[in-house]
């Protein structure tokens, strides 16, 4: 099926991917996995959507459908891997994928989203990534009512980890290295804010959270959170630091502790986290930009110069270069 897209998000895996910084990047290359867009022609086996749909399309587009974790609808871990949305093999065209920083794409229906009913389009994009790399850790370990959860890091992910928790039901706890984030960290729903370079507020918490969800993608002290969890804690890490983080072996062994990852959900837990956004009222916050600005957009976005989300306006794409 043929998508107009709309809104594209800028993920921070689109500046490290068109930067080559992971060295796996095949040029020609266009990012952007952060898709919502419009379905403007089908193919005659297409069955699930018709022309005027509003759809999402996330971070992969095909899998090999067959392996244990695909049948058990985890195709984000599928052991043959997935076809990601750009800078994959494309397997009926050759070459590779093309991302969202485009006019249009064609995608399997299968791994195309339902837009709900009454979420803003633009803001829907960043769910496609940040969203679901924050929702599935939090269902995975079931964080609901009665449960502490700690959030490090109010970035893109963090955002989204702040809102996603609270509407679970959880006490959250945001821990920021910034002050003055507290004031959006509770705007956003945390119900306590950490600054995390202040030893005594650390020490306050120590093995007290049900699960801590680490979003930071810069060196940090891991056991310094590691040791605020309570028996058979556990946190998950969906920042991925440039470096390996060192682990203290004492800070995991006491009170069982489990270190864990997470990426981002399988298909029905995609539209699960799209519904349930719809459901409870938000989605990211955004700042829109112009495709001509995305350099600017890459920058800012290293210095953390946004509030949470660039999202681009492909509209833009067919006007006038922006001056300045």
Same mark, same amino acid.
Not at 216 to 230: F, G, P, R, T
Not at 241 to 262: C, H
Not at 309 to 317: C, H, K, N, P, S
């Given at each position: 099926?043929?998508?107009?897209?709309? !809104?594209?998000?800028?993920?921070?895996?689109?500046?490290?991917?068109?930067?080559?910084?992971?060295?796996?990047?095949?040029?020609?290359?266009?990012?952007?996995?952060?898709?919502?867009?419009?379905?403007?022609?089908? *193919?005659?086996?297409?069955?699930?959507?018709?022309?005027?749909?509003?759809?999402?399309?996330?971070?992969?587009?095909?899998?090999?459908?067959?392996? &244990?974790?695909?049948?058990?609808? %985890?195709?984000?871990?599928?052991?043959?891997?997935?076809?990601?949305?750009?800078?994959?093999?494309?397997?009926?065209?050759? =070459?590779?994928?093309?991302?969202?920083?485009?006019?249009?794409?064609?995608?399997?229906?299968?791994?195309?989203?339902?837009?709900?009913?009454?979420?803003? &389009?633009?803001?829907?994009? &960043?769910?496609?990534?940040? *969203?679901?790399?924050?929702?599935?850790?939090?269902?995975?370990? +079931?964080?609901?009512?009665?449960?502490?959860?700690?959030?490090?890091?109010?970035?893109?992910? *963090?955002?989204?980890?702040?809102?996603?928790?609270?509407?679970?039901?959880?006490?959250?706890? @945001?821990?920021?290295?910034?002050?003055?984030?507290?004031?959006?960290?509770?705007?956003?729903?945390?119900?306590?804010?950490?600054?995390?370079?202040? %030893?005594?507020?650390?020490?306050?918490?120590? =093995?007290?959270?049900?699960?801590? @969800?680490?979003?930071?993608?810069?060196?940090?002290?891991?056991?310094?959170?590691? %040791?605020? @969890?309570?028996?058979?804690?556990?946190?998950?890490?969906?920042?991925?630091?440039?470096?390996?983080?060192?682990?203290?072996? !004492?800070?995991?062994?006491? @009170?069982?502790?489990?270190?864990?990852?997470?990426?981002?959900?399988?298909?029905?837990?995609?539209?699960?986290?799209?519904?349930?956004?719809?459901?409870?009222?938000?989605?990211?916050?955004?700042?829109?930009?112009?495709?001509?600005?995305?350099?600017?957009?890459?920058?800012?976005?290293? +210095?953390?110069?946004? +509030?949470?989300?660039?999202?681009?306006?492909?509209?833009?794409? +067919?006007?006038? &270069?922006?001056?300045?």
């Amino acid at each position: 099926m043929e998508i107009d897209i709309l !809104f594209c998000g800028v993920c921070h895996s689109d500046l490290h991917t068109g930067r080559n910084e992971w060295h796996n990047t095949i040029y020609p290359f266009v990012p952007g996995h952060e898709i919502v867009g419009r379905v403007t022609r089908v *193919g005659g086996s297409v069955t699930k959507f018709k022309s005027g749909d509003d759809v999402a399309v996330g971070v992969m587009v095909d899998t090999c459908r067959t392996c &244990p974790n695909c049948r058990a609808g %985890q195709e984000q871990y599928c052991l043959s891997i997935p076809v990601y949305t750009y800078n994959s093999e494309d397997k009926y065209l050759g =070459g590779t994928t093309f991302g969202g920083y485009s006019s249009s794409i064609v995608v399997d229906e299968d791994f195309v989203f339902r837009v709900p009913a009454g979420l803003d &389009p633009a803001a829907t994009a &960043p769910l496609l990534c940040a *969203g679901i790399t924050t929702y599935s850790p939090l269902r995975h370990w +079931k964080v609901g009512p009665n449960h502490k959860v700690g959030v490090v890091g109010l970035g893109g992910l *963090g955002h989204m980890g702040v809102k996603f928790a609270h509407a679970l039901g959880a006490h959250v706890v @945001l821990f920021t290295t910034s002050p003055g984030k507290a004031a959006d960290g509770l705007r956003l729903g945390a119900h306590e804010i950490v600054v995390s370079k202040n %030893q005594d507020e650390m020490k306050k918490h120590l =093995g007290s959270f049900d699960f801590l @969800l680490d979003t930071v993608s810069a060196d940090h002290d891991i056991n310094a959170y590691l %040791q605020l @969890l309570k028996l058979d804690g556990t946190l998950a890490l969906v920042g991925a630091p440039e470096r390996p983080l060192p682990v203290a072996a !004492f800070s995991v062994i006491p @009170l069982r502790r489990s270190l864990a990852g997470s990426s981002i959900g399988g298909l029905a837990e995609t539209q699960e986290m799209l519904d349930f956004c719809a459901k409870h009222g938000f989605a990211a916050d955004i700042e829109i930009t112009p495709i001509q600005k995305i350099n600017e957009a890459w920058e800012r976005m290293l +210095k953390q110069d946004v +509030k949470y989300r660039f999202v681009i306006d492909m509209a833009t794409l +067919k006007s006038e &270069p922006a001056v300045g």
